[in-house]
């Protein structure tokens, strides 16, 4: 047999509306009438978005930075002491490998004037007498070099070269921050989770104590002919409310920490010779917002009608 | 055609004795019944019953032609929405006014502004509480809280308005004037039960009178 739908007629349609309103006009007394418990409520959700969002941009961004980079490059550290003729054989001797696409070279005076330009160090390097940094070759192998095994080779057959007395894969290193980038991010989702659960349980114990507080109310409704879903009507609209509010005040928190964290990311920007900027992506800034207010409404919704069906006339 | 039909109607609360046990009655549409008997003796259970608070444990249970003990909860606001239910403590809620009580199953059903102001103005006129709209239940004695239960259950038009003590609380001046409007309703067709033990409003106003011991119907008598 089969199932007939209720038909909704315009009169049965206006008379939803009519009950939507009134649940919204209900909620919206309530979060005013409630300044404290709302605020706080806010508070706590949007607390609970913000730090591991920003630990989500700030990593993602941070990655999308070092992805940028050339992290095919190596550094080749000529023994100390040698001279113009040595640096030129070794870099002839690096060429004749083969799959370079070019090698520059940072003399011991190069790399000490930029160590005393960007990291502060001009008292302790006025102290040394004799300039201690060696001349470092950085070599950027062509595009036939792809895989890690075949720039290793490279650094391997590098590294055996006369005159060469060390030699750092920036790969290796890159590879270690960009994983740990990544551990990050997955915290940081994982963080999000905790502190979402948390913020489920928060609402769902505020409903509960709001609803023994009002069993009377909710009892009486009952008996007159009031579903489950009328009564829940109102504590969906304040889930909601509580969900989008939250959001936003959790991306202006997001917003007051990157901020805050700015000059960090300059003087990082300079060091690294990087150029990104933290910014809330629109794309985050939407998903946030509609994800919490969703899964607010959602567990709302569940514990209303769990918490409901405990209250009998 | 029966408003009310009863047949081998029980009731049986999990871990005690039968409430209510073998009932067989019919009630007419727009009869004034009334039901009697000592404490205990089942006049709560079958109202709480009828109203659906409670599931029958056997027997069949018939409103209006339609078996209403399977009932599926999704359906029991709707036909609740068709009952008036009135309590001997009233079940006021405290922080809404008059107006807004008795306007609570209106709202309920998403009714239209102008209507609900029109038939909470009715039924508050009818129960003499016109001037009281503003009022809050804590500022109103207790006849006039009884009278604003009325007009909450009668406010929906029901066709069977069922009153489990309404006078419990009252003194003998308030429980006649309170009778007073159920005979009122009563006589413009709607069908009125009240459970009560105050053998004076019986003996006053009863047309039809069921008896209740131990959870059996003992009597069923016309005035």
Redesign the interface.
């Known amino acids: 047999m089969r199932k007939r739908w209720p038909v909704l007629t315009r009169q049965g349609f206006k008379a939803l509306l009519r009950q939507h309103r009134d649940a919204l006009l209900v909620s919206l007394t309530h979060l005013l009438k409630h300044p404290v418990t709302t605020v706080l409520t806010l508070g706590a959700i949007a607390i609970s978005l913000a730090l591991p969002g920003v630990l989500y941009l700030l990593t993602t961004h941070v990655n999308a930075a070092f992805s940028g980079w050339d992290n095919r490059q190596m550094s080749v550290f000529l023994e100390p002491g040698s001279d113009t003729q040595a640096v030129s054989m070794v870099t002839e001797q690096i060429q004749a490998l083969g799959s370079i696409a070019r090698i520059e070279t940072i003399t011991p005076e190069q790399g000490k004037a930029s160590l005393q330009a960007s990291a502060d160090l001009q008292t302790a390097l006025a102290t040394l007498e004799d300039n201690p940094l060696p001349t470092v070759l950085v070599v950027h192998p062509d595009v036939s070099l792809r895989s890690a095994a075949e720039l290793e080779s490279l650094a391997a057959r590098i590294a055996a070269l006369p005159g060469v007395d060390d030699l750092l894969l920036d790969q290796a290193w890159l590879e270690k921050v960009s994983a740990t980038l990544q551990g990050f991010q997955r915290l940081s989702i994982v963080v999000a989770i905790c502190f979402g659960a948390l913020v489920i349980l928060v609402i769902h114990i505020g409903l509960r104590i709001e609803l023994l507080q009002r069993r009377e109310e909710v009892t009486v409704t009952k008996l007159v002919g009031g579903s489950d879903l009328y009564m829940q009507r109102p504590f969906n609209y304040i889930a909601a409310m509580y969900g989008f509010l939250g959001a936003s005040l959790a991306l202006l928190l997001i917003k007051l920490i990157v901020w805050w964290l700015s000059p960090q990311l300059a003087a990082l920007n300079e060091l690294y010779g990087s150029h990104f900027q933290l910014r809330i992506p629109l794309r985050f800034a939407v998903t946030l917002i509609v994800a919490t207010s969703f899964i607010s409404l959602l567990s709302t919704s569940v514990s209303m009608k769990i918490l409901l069906k405990q209250i009998r006339p | 055609m029966s408003l009310i039909e009863c047949r081998h109607l029980g009731k049986r609360y999990a871990g005690s004795k039968e409430a209510l046990l073998d009932i067989n009655l019919t009630i007419q549409r727009g009869e004034l019944v009334f039901l009697t008997g000592h404490s205990g003796a089942g006049k709560s259970t079958l109202l709480r019953l009828l ?1 659906l ?1 409670e599931r029958p444990s056997r027997g069949s249970l018939r409103i209006n032609g339609h078996e209403i003990s399977h009932l599926p909860d ?1 359906a029991i ?7 008036g ?1 009135i309590f001997q403590d009233h ?1 006021l ?1 405290p922080d809404r006014n008059v107006y807004e009580n008795v306007a ?2 209106l ?7 102008r209507i609900v102001a029109k038939r909470v103005r009715a039924a508050l006129d009818k129960v003499g509480l016109l001037d009281k709209e503003r009022s809050f239940p804590a500022q109103l004695s207790a006849g006039q809280q009884q009278r604003v239960g009325i007009a ?1 259950a009668v406010v ?1 038009k029901p066709a069977l308005l069922l009153a489990d003590e309404p006078t419990g609380n009252l003194d003998p001046t308030l429980s006649a004037e309170i009778m007073r409007l159920f005979t009122a309703f009563n006589q413009v067709g709607v069908t009125v039960l009240v459970a009560t033990h105050d053998r004076s409003l019986i003996r006053q106003f009863a047309e039809r009178i069921l008896l209740l011991r131990r959870g059996r119907l003992q009597g069923d008598s016309h005035a």
């Open positions: 109203a608070i999704v606001p709707r036909y609740r929405q068709n009952l239910i079940r809620l609570l199953p709202r309920i059903t998403g009714a239209e502004p909450r929906n």
